[in-house]
């Protein structure tokens, strides 16, 4: 058994954690304030080569695996949850043409998505919901070498930003009546709709896309035709629900810094409120979410890269680390006292940051029936 | 212009987030830094960005070069993740405890081995002892100029450089030949983030590790017994707070307050 990070995971933690706090954190208030994008972040990301750390290096990516993506997302979203939110989507996006793409659509797109020089996402979820994927109502018609989609994707991350992304519509019925499409934003047809005003994660831009009479060639299906439902599902449960944790931990590792900062440096009845065991006990209970959040993460990140099915260690750390991501923000909040609700602190974006993140990808609900599958097994 | 070779001299400091775990030990009169993680010295990276700014100008070769204990292996690894051709780590328990002059006295000897170079960049002084002295004090040992303070460097021609220093209320613009040795401070340039796709190379990659074997020197002149330097007492500065409650009119008692703190030298 071998707990430890390598050299070369442990230089990764420190590049980014630099870039994160030189980069990142002086944007974090004007980006909560007013919900803008901070694209010369992203384009400073995009140079560095964090767009592409699950792209293989044959077209120009890092090739890095799962649990160095991990390392990056927790980093990151220790210092801003938004723009952890905005980058694993981007990996989400990308990871279906990685999986299943053809030759063909690797060549084409992968190196200008692992450069960033395009943005990505990927779109299942419909105002009908998200989680129910065989409900979706977009469809794709074939009319000669191109379908003609029709339909309104919603909640989408990047929904504004993305230039080549992936989507979902029906091409039929059931289980096997659902297929995966590249889609090129300069396709006629298709625009972005409405931006949301979320209440967390702002500055990473959520919307509509909007599909009327969208054309796109049929050498864009990825996969085979009927393949959608696996596909999507692959990427939520390999990567955007691990994504959306990776965050949830930066959050914690936030919460547990934040509230062990405050709590020394706060004196009450002469001296520092971290010497009170009340204090005492929420400091610890933020330290066990970080480290069994942590685990969780990590080893299920750990059985990806080993090629290893993990879907219910995925729901798991997901529910582990978004639930545990609220909770840990609500004690930092405690210790700060009323300073926790100002706005120019952390700890109140940190709990609106980790409201978001509980519905991403699946709620704790549905990685209950994940769970559920598994723990059926067990006797 | 042909190319241009420097060498980087850089220091492994403990992190500045992990300060507040630093702790003295009496008996040795130094720092402990067990259990402390280290950083690339802050300058010395503006001092890397430096060397590599010129190299992708002008071609040529970046060394990065550090006496400290085997840990620096992956500091230096790190200087290669941001661009550095090749890193040396002088290594030896010949060289701990080692003051200014006899860490420089090292370093001196391994930059001749090294053999040709045009320039030598460091950093213009440490986060953790910030003497400033020692890359001067390699200078002297190499018997070639240097100069402190470095903002700006631009190549007028072959060997032949201008650059801009910072003194204390204004600069100072100075030509000079090369080969040279350059302290620099942060406004010469904002130091690159490393590229990721670096790193899987970079930790793989080979720093070379010289002991006192592998040098040419005096072995009175290193480390702890060779350092002229004695450090007599190494403490914490002890905070208090006292409250004085000075009586009268205004008049009297501010003419009171002066006099008080003329007593106590803050005034």
């Known amino acids: ?97 990685v999986t299943d793409g053809s030759p063909e659509q690797k060549a084409k797109w992968l190196p200008i998505l692992a450069r960033g020089e395009k943005l990505s996402t990927f779109g299942i979820t419909e105002p009908v919901g998200g989680s129910d994927i065989l409900g979706i109502q977009t469809t794709a018609k074939r009319e000669g070498d191109e379908y003609v989609i029709n339909g309104r994707k919603c909640f989408i991350t990047n929904s504004h930003l993305a230039g080549v992304f992936g989507i979902v519509a029906k091409t039929g019925e059931g289980s096997k009546g659902l297929t995966a499409f590249v889609v090129q934003s300069d396709y006629p047809g298709f625009r972005p709709g409405r931006e949301e005003h979320k209440v967390g994660l702002r500055g990473c831009n959520t919307g509509e896309l909007i599909f009327q009479n969208c054309r796109v060639p049929k050498e864009n299906v990825i996969g085979k035709e009927g393949d959608g439902l696996k596909i ?28 062990v900062a405050y709590s020394k440096q706060r004196v009450l009845y002469g001296k520092p409120i971290s010497e009170l065991q009340a204090i005492q006990w929420k400091l610890t209970d933020i330290y066990m979410d970080y480290e069994a959040s942590r685990l969780l993460t990590y080893h299920s990140a750990w059985l990806r890269d080993k090629g290893e099915r993990c879907d219910s260690e995925n729901a798991m750390a997901k529910f582990w680390a978004t639930e545990g991501a609220v909770r840990c923000a609500q004690k930092t909040i405690e210790i700060f006292g009323a300073y926790g609700c100002m706005r120019e602190l ?14 991403g990808a699946g709620t704790s609900e549905v990685m209950r029936l994940l769970m559920a599958r598994k723990a059926l097994t067990m006797a | 212009m042909p190319p241009v070779d420097s060498i980087v001299c850089v220091k492994p400091v403990p992190d500045s987030h992990y300060w507040s775990q630093l702790t003295l030990d009496a008996a040795t009169k130094t720092l402990r830094r067990e259990g402390i993680p280290s950083i690339l010295n802050p300058l010395d990276k503006h001092a890397l960005e430096e060397a590599l700014r010129i190299k992708e100008k002008f071609g040529g070769k970046v060394t990065a070069i550090s006496m400290a204990p085997l840990t620096a292996i992956n500091n230096l690894k790190e200087a290669i993740a941001i661009g550095a051709d090749e890193a040396l780590l002088l290594s030896d328990k010949s060289f701990a405890g080692g003051d200014t002059l006899a860490t420089s006295y090292v370093l001196s000897a391994a930059i001749k081995k090294l053999g040709r170079f045009d320039l030598i960049i460091c950093g213009n002084k440490s986060l953790d002892a910030g003497s400033g002295q020692v890359g001067p004090e390699i200078a002297e040992f190499l018997g070639i100029a240097h ?48 590229p990721l796709m670096r790193i899987s190379n970079a930790a793989q990659a080979e720093v070379r590790v010289w002991t006192s074997k592998d040098l040419d020197i005096d072995s009175s002149l290193i480390g702890l017994s060779g350092s002229p330097t004695r450090v007599l007492d190494l403490f914490l500065p002890e905070m208090k707070r006292r409250g004085e409650m000075i009586d009268g009119t205004p008049e009297t008692a501010s003419k009171l307050l002066v006099q008080r703190l003329r007593e106590l030298g803050v005034m």
């Open chain 1, 1 to 97: 058994m071998e707990f430890g990070f390598t050299s070369e995971q442990e230089m990764l933690r420190k590049s980014v954690r630099e870039f994160a706090e030189a980069e990142i954190k002086p944007k974090v208030q004007h980006m909560d304030e007013t919900a803008e994008v901070p694209r010369d972040v992203i384009e400073k990301m995009a140079k560095l080569g964090f767009m592409g750390v699950l792209v293989p290096h044959e077209f120009g990516g890092l090739g890095g695996g799962h649990v160095s993506r991990t390392i990056m997302l927790e980093e990151i979203g220790r210092v801003s949850a938004a723009m952890a939110n905005t980058l694993q989507v981007i990996h989400l996006g990308i990871s279906p043409i």
């Open chain 1, 232 to 259: 999507a599902i692959g990427a939520i449960s390999n990567v955007g629900r691990p994504g959306i944790t990776s965050g949830a931990l930066g959050i914690i590792r936030s919460c547990l810094e934040e509230a």
């Open chain 1, 346 to 359: 952390a700890p109140q974006r940190l709990l609106r940051d980790a409201e978001l993140f509980l519905s």
């Open chain 2, 147 to 194: 100069m402190t303070h470095v903002t700006k460097l631009d190549f007028l021609g072959e060997g032949h450089i201008r650059l801009e220093r910072a003194l204390e209320h204004g600069y100072m613009t100075a030509e000079a030949r090369t080969p040279i040795l350059l302290s620099v401070i942060k406004e010469i340039n904002i130091p690159r983030h490393i």
